[in-house]
Each structure stands twice: as C-alpha cells, then as structure tokens.
C-alpha cells in the first residue's frame, strides 16, 4: 500500500495527481470467508479493520448493500467524546477516546481529529449540580472535566445569549477539553483502506438477502451476489438492523427513527467548539469550511426514510436561536437524515446471539459515530474469541429480559419526552 | 409535514400530534399469570418493519383522544386512521 505523507504528495503532484494508487479493490466475492461483516459502515469498516490488526482473522469479507460510508457515518455531526457518568459507558466510550486520538497515525489517513472541546450549557443551579456531579465521575474515571462559569464562557462563546432577557440565561458549563469532531467521511475510508491493504474484501453493491443457519450454527449468507459461505458473521447495519434480524426470525428491542441534521451556509470563524443546549436538544459546531454544524432531537416516530420533515427542523433551530442569537441570520444549506437503531434504554448491544457464530452490534440510538474505532475494537474482540471483551461485556442483548439495562439518560427510544 | 385525519377532528397536521409508539403490541392479561417472556415482549421487543405499520398517534394539541394510524414507515404514506377501539 501506498505511504501517504508529505512527499508522496509532492512526488504525485509532478504527475498531476495521475498515478495515485486505487485506495480499496474491489473484489469479486469468494465462496467462503473465515468471517462476514455485513454493513459497510463506519463500525463494520473498523471491525474488519480490528479483526485484521489485532486477531490477524485477514480471510474476511464486508458486505455493503450500497456504497461504504453511505449510511451514518456519512450523515452525522462528527462529535467525539466520552462525558458519560455511568462506569460501563464512561470506561467503553474514554477506550473510544484514545483511539481516536491516535487514528490519523494508525490509519495514515487524516481523519482530521479536532480536540476543540465539547461544552454543554448548564441553564440553572440545578442542572449545573447534574453537571458538576457528572464531571466529578468523569475524573474519577480518568476522564477530563472541568467546569465554566459566565464569566470564562462569555470569552470562550461570546456569542451565546448572555443577556439578561435570555429565556433560557447561562449558568455555567461542563466541558471536555479532549472531545471534538473527526472529518466522519475519512474515518470510514481510512479503516476501509487499511482493511483492504491487510486483505479484507469490501464487497460494495452486495445485499444480504438471507442467512444459512443448520442446527443453530452459521453456515453462510444469500446475497444479490451469490451465496457465500463463513461461520462467522458480524452484524453492523444500524438503522436495518430490525430487517435483517426478521430474515433470522428474531425481534429486537429497537425502534428505528429518522434524527435530521442540516449545515448552515458557510461564515468566518464564529465557534471554535462543540456547544450543546442544556434547555433542550440541540448541539452545534463549525466545520472547517465555515458551515455551522446542527443537530438535535429525533423526528419522533417510527421511520425508515433517511430524510426528516419541516416541523422537526423548526423546532430544533429554534433552539439554536434561543443559544445564539445570531443563528438566525444565517440561511440553512442543507438538512439531511439518517436512521438510529433506537435501542429500549439508550444503550448499544455488542454481544454474541442465541445462533452460533452471528454476533450483533446496534442499538447505537444517535451516538454511533464517535463510537466508531470502540465499536470495532470491541467487536472483532468478540466476534474472534467468541467472548465479549471486558469493556463491552455489559452491553449484552438479554440485558431486557434480566433487567440489567444501561439506561444512563432514562429516555430510551422515546427521547423528546425525556 | 405529514397530514394526520384525526377520526374526531378530521385532517390537521402533524405539529398538533404526539406519537405512542407500535399499536400491535397487546399488554399481557393482568389477571392471569403472566411469563416474564411475555412481559419483557411488550414493554421491549419490537417488529419494527420497514412498510405498514400500525401505531397510536395522540391529537394532543387538539380533541385530545388516542387513535389508530396505519403509516408506510419507508415513504410517511397514510393509508387509514381508526378510533382506538376500532379494527385498522
């Protein structure tokens, strides 16, 4: 594989940028694999990536039904960051982290990591008790917090509402320094490029239409390609995770909803950090082209079309304004919407299932993407020890059915109740 | 903006509605015994389909009644609404 560094730029750019190397192939499907990742996501990608680098399993296959990086890894805000209260989410989401913060390197491949700080906006005493509570575990965890009064937050995001007529007026803060956004396309192409150079197929335009299953064990998948024969096989389809469980005969505790995101036209530098609303649901950042990245709540009813509808946008916006003032200056570019595998508590499942050698991974409910390298990581640890890891070993499916849910935030699917 | 005809008030739009989630899930008979399997279905286990589903939708800004909707969740498309009572 092609080194990408300074002088192979330069070495390219006397050919006129001609000659660069095929970043992935694209192969034929074989007639059997040692294992099949179906979904060619951001977490499917860096699965294969994981089962290749760290379990040296090289014999495997993604099958992606479109295009990689077509789904939620293309569609999403791009925020990283591990400011979770509860041990399970806090030590799974902080190993996350240090990924991360290393994948530019690891990957060869600018993913374009940016540690700007996540500061979530506290609008009375007592969410910033909730606040300073939650920052205080975070520590406790290893996990950088600290707390912003008015005073360091007028200088930081002057131009939040800090007036005395503000409906919702600041109080203070928690902020992450280490968390941030990644440049969400290069994520999925710099585990993709890395997984094809190690020797795993990406297998693009091919649908998995059904499952072999003989005596309980995995046998192979039916796709539009063709039958292929593995005994393991990684589910990563997020939103259709429902659809293809129903070919296994299974039912799931998720919902699938449509959750929006739109991008401003661009300006000059306004934000240099992650803000989220504390009075509502509305997160914000700007992207290097200057587009003012938003997002917030779910359109709030069973979908599986990846776009939203006007009423939603409105109201989540409207939120924005009531943060900035100034947002509403600003014409919106364009909105988009991709589809959260919605899970009963708010948490994911990286787990084994009942059948032998069909491992699951969903349930990422809108906070899949900064989950990415963890989710991958994780997942090729189980799906190659035929064990969950110790940091995803909570995350388990019959969690429902023994009531250990991990239902940090209490809000399950229905999240613009909570 | 989806349409919603309410079967009390008639078509209004969405912004009056608030939504209840699948209608096809039946709460287990409280009188009888009831298996945890059962219990964890209803409160957790979800169809979930791509295409016709059958959910409660609320006219909270309006006559304030729970009813039926039958919903394409791939295209937003309503086919019909019912009292809650009443067969989709």
Same mark, same amino acid.
């Given at each position: 594989?092609?080194?990408y560094?300074?002088?192979?730029?330069?070495?390219?750019?006397?050919?006129?940028?001609?000659?660069?190397?095929v970043?992935? @192939?694209?192969?034929v499907?074989?007639?059997?694999?040692?294992?099949?990742?179906?979904?060619?996501?951001g977490?499917?990608?860096?699965?294969?990536?994981?089962?290749?680098?760290?379990?040296?399993?090289?014999?495997?296959a993604?099958?992606?039904k479109?295009?990689?990086g077509?789904g939620?890894?293309?569609?999403?805000?791009?925020?990283?960051?591990s400011?979770y =209260?509860?041990?399970?989410?806090?030590?799974?989401?902080?190993?996350?982290?240090?990924?991360?913060?290393?994948?530019?390197?690891?990957?060869n491949?600018n993913?374009?990591?940016?540690?700007?700080?996540?500061?979530?906006?506290?609008h009375?005493?007592a969410?910033?008790n %909730?606040?300073? @509570? @939650?920052?205080?575990?975070?520590?406790?965890?290893?996990?950088?917090a600290i707390?912003?009064?008015?005073?360091?937050?007028?200088k930081?995001?002057?131009?939040?509402?800090?007036?005395?007529?503000?409906?919702?007026?600041i109080f203070g803060?928690? =902020?992450?320094?280490?968390g941030?956004?990644?440049?969400?396309?290069?994520v999925?192409w710099?585990?993709?490029?890395q997984?094809?150079?190690?020797?795993?197929?990406?297998?693009?335009?091919?649908?998995?239409?059904?499952?072999?299953?003989?005596?309980?064990?995995v046998?192979?998948?039916?796709?539009s390609r063709?039958n292929i024969?593995?005994?393991?096989?990684?589910?990563?389809?997020?939103?259709?995770?429902?659809?293809?469980?129903?070919?296994?005969? =299974?039912?799931?505790?998720?919902?699938?909803?449509?959750?929006?995101?739109?991008?401003s036209?661009?300006v000059?530098p306004?934000?240099?950090?992650?803000?989220?609303?504390?009075?509502?649901?509305f997160?914000?950042?700007?992207?290097d082209?200057g587009?003012?990245?938003m997002?917030g709540d779910l359109?709030?009813?069973?979908?599986?079309?990846?776009?939203?509808?006007?009423? %939603?946008?409105?109201?989540v916006?409207s939120?924005?304004?009531a943060?900035?003032?100034?947002?509403s200056?600003?014409?919106?570019?364009?909105?988009w919407?991709?589809?959260m595998?919605?899970?009963?508590?708010?948490?994911p499942?990286?787990?084994?299932s009942?059948?032998?050698?069909?491992y699951l991974?969903f349930?990422?409910?809108y906070?899949?993407?900064?989950?990415?390298?963890?989710?991958?990581?994780?997942f090729?640890h189980?799906?190659?020890?035929? @064990?969950?890891h110790?940091?995803n070993?909570?995350?388990?499916?019959?969690?429902?059915?023994?009531?250990?849910?991990?239902?940090?935030?209490?809000v399950?699917t229905?999240t613009w109740?909570? | 903006?989806l349409?919603? &005809?309410?079967?009390?008030?008639g078509?209004?739009?969405?912004?009056e509605?608030?939504?209840?989630?699948?209608?096809?899930?039946?709460?287990?008979e409280?009188?009888?015994?009831v298996?945890d &399997?059962?219990?964890?279905?209803?409160?957790?286990?979800r169809?979930?389909?791509r295409? &016709?589903h059958?959910?409660?939708?609320?006219h909270?800004?309006g006559c304030?009644?729970?009813?039926?909707v039958?919903?394409?969740?791939?295209?937003?498309?309503?086919?019909k609404t019912? &009292?809650?009572?009443?067969?989709?």
């Amino acid at each position: 594989m092609q080194k990408y560094s300074i002088f192979s730029l330069i070495k390219n750019a006397f050919t006129n940028h001609q000659n660069w190397d095929v970043v992935w @192939r694209d192969p034929v499907p074989k007639k059997e694999y040692d294992a099949i990742i179906i979904g060619g996501g951001g977490h499917g990608l860096a699965t294969a990536y994981y089962l290749a680098k760290e379990h040296k399993i090289t014999n495997v296959a993604i099958l992606e039904k479109g295009w990689i990086g077509g789904g939620n890894v293309g569609r999403n805000t791009t925020i990283l960051r591990s400011n979770y =209260m509860w041990d399970v989410n806090s030590l799974f989401y902080e190993h996350g982290m240090k990924l991360w913060e290393n994948l530019s390197q690891e990957l060869n491949y600018n993913v374009m990591y940016s540690p700007r700080g996540i500061i979530n906006l506290a609008h009375s005493d007592a969410q910033l008790n %909730t606040y300073s @509570r @939650r920052g205080n575990s975070m520590r406790l965890n290893g996990i950088d917090a600290i707390m912003l009064g008015r005073k360091e937050l007028k200088k930081m995001i002057p131009f939040a509402d800090f007036s005395a007529s503000a409906r919702f007026p600041i109080f203070g803060a928690l =902020m992450q320094p280490r968390g941030g956004t990644a440049r969400h396309d290069a994520v999925a192409w710099g585990y993709a490029r890395q997984a094809d150079s190690m020797g795993v197929d990406i297998i693009q335009h091919c649908e998995v239409t059904g499952f072999d299953i003989e005596n309980g064990k995995v046998k192979g998948v039916q796709t539009s390609r063709g039958n292929i024969k593995t005994k393991k096989i990684g589910l990563c389809v997020a939103g259709s995770t429902s659809l293809l469980a129903e070919k296994l005969n =299974m039912k799931l505790p998720i919902e699938a909803h449509v959750l929006q995101a739109c991008v401003s036209e661009p300006v000059k530098p306004f934000l240099d950090n992650v803000v989220t609303f504390g009075a509502g649901h509305f997160y914000c950042s700007q992207s290097d082209k200057g587009e003012m990245v938003m997002g917030g709540d779910l359109d709030g009813y069973n979908s599986y079309a990846q776009r939203g509808n006007l009423p %939603t946008l409105q109201h989540v916006l409207s939120e924005g304004v009531a943060m900035f003032p100034n947002l509403s200056r600003l014409k919106i570019l364009r909105t988009w919407g991709g589809i959260m595998d919605m899970s009963m508590d708010g948490s994911p499942v990286i787990d084994k299932s009942h059948i032998e050698g069909l491992y699951l991974n969903f349930g990422w409910c809108y906070g899949g993407f900064k989950a990415t390298p963890v989710s991958g990581w994780t997942f090729a640890h189980t799906i190659a020890q035929d @064990r969950p890891h110790k940091l995803n070993e909570k995350f388990k499916l019959n969690r429902f059915n023994t009531g250990h849910l991990i239902d940090e935030k209490g809000v399950g699917t229905k999240t613009w109740i909570g | 903006m989806l349409e919603i &005809k309410c079967p009390y008030c008639g078509k209004r739009s969405q912004n009056e509605f608030s939504y209840g989630g699948d209608a096809s899930v039946k709460r287990p008979e409280l009188a009888k015994e009831v298996l945890d &399997k059962d219990w964890d279905d209803f409160v957790y286990y979800r169809k979930n389909p791509r295409g &016709k589903h059958q959910e409660f939708w609320h006219h909270i800004s309006g006559c304030r009644q729970w009813f039926k909707v039958l919903r394409n969740t791939a295209t937003h498309e309503i086919f019909k609404t019912a &009292k809650i009572d009443e067969e989709l």
